[in-house]
């Protein structure tokens, strides 16, 4: 199993920044596809964005599609998470984790998440 530690939230302004980091323990890390999911108040989690093993195919919801972009460092063994434009819809706990099939199903534990806050 991978553990995971999310980092790089915050509070920022409408149309603002924040780079994500998810750091992983495990000897497997790049033989995983990644994801990063969030939850709003009152909301289910929902997919945010994913990648594959290797990096070269990444995936998202329209609902960030332009202004989400998922990377990965293997060698670090961190998944990161651009964000650009940010909205105050945005705001929610950021988690990431392993990932399989078509559907980006989570399977493997959850982390504490980090806190993303975009004030309009």
């Known amino acids: 199993q991978v553990q995971l530690v999310e980092s790089g939230g915050g509070l920022v302004q409408a149309g603002g920044s924040l780079r994500l980091s998810c750091a992983a323990s495990?000897?497997?890390?790049?033989?995983?596809?990644m994801a990063w999911f969030r939850q709003a108040p009152g909301k289910e989690r929902e997919f945010v964005a994913a990648?594959?093993?290797?990096?070269?195919?990444?995936y998202y919801p329209d609902s960030v599609k332009g202004r989400f972009t998922i990377s990965r460092d293997n060698a670090k063994n961190t998944v990161y998470l651009q964000m650009i434009s940010l909205k105050p819809e945005d705001t929610a706990v950021y988690y990431c984790?392993?990932?399989?099939?078509?559907?980006?199903?989570?399977?493997?534990?959850w982390g504490q998440g980090t806190q993303v806050t975009v004030s309009s």
């Open positions: 495990g000897r497997s890390f790049s033989s995983y596809a």
């Open positions: 990648i594959n093993w290797s990096g070269g195919d990444t």
């Open positions: 984790n392993t990932v399989y099939g078509v559907a980006h199903t989570p399977n493997g534990y």
